[in-house]
């Protein structure tokens, strides 16, 4: 079972909830979730790693990711501003590899709660 620790208060705001909620199940491998979340042409870059594009590509590496089960997530802050938003916190393996990561986020609209693209930095700590 992950464990969840979510310090923001994401109050009224349900582009900060959806975005808690992205990275929830990103933790626990939720990819029906996750791929009702991204637009057909995500495009995942991964900062000196990989850059995914399209959302069947997308959740091919989340399958592939899914092999190493999450024990922990801590979410240390989350923000959003009209068609962008933010993420940074730290995921831990059941094999206990520590990953610090910052995701920035592009949606489709303003209104939208469907993910454009994501960019990633995540650094082993």
């Given at each position: 079972m992950t464990k969840i620790v979510?310090?923001?208060n994401?109050?009224?705001s349900p582009k900060m909830e959806f975005l808690k909620n992205f990275n929830i199940a990103f933790a626990?491998?939720?990819l029906a979730f996750l791929e009702q979340s991204v637009t057909e042409d995500i495009v995942w870059?991964?900062?000196g790693d990989k850059k995914i594009e399209g959302q069947q590509q997308?959740?091919?590496e989340l399958e592939k990711m899914k092999e190493e089960k999450t024990s922990e997530l801590i979410l240390h802050q989350i923000m959003s501003h009209g068609k962008e938003g933010a993420v940074n916190g730290i995921i831990t393996t059941e094999s206990n590899h520590k990953?610090?990561?910052s995701d920035f986020y592009l949606f489709k609209g303003a209104?939208?709660?469907k993910i454009k693209s994501i960019t990633s930095y995540v650094i082993q700590v």
């Open positions: 979510s310090t923001p994401c109050g009224n626990k491998g939720d870059n991964i900062i997308f959740i091919v990953y610090a990561f209104k939208g709660a």
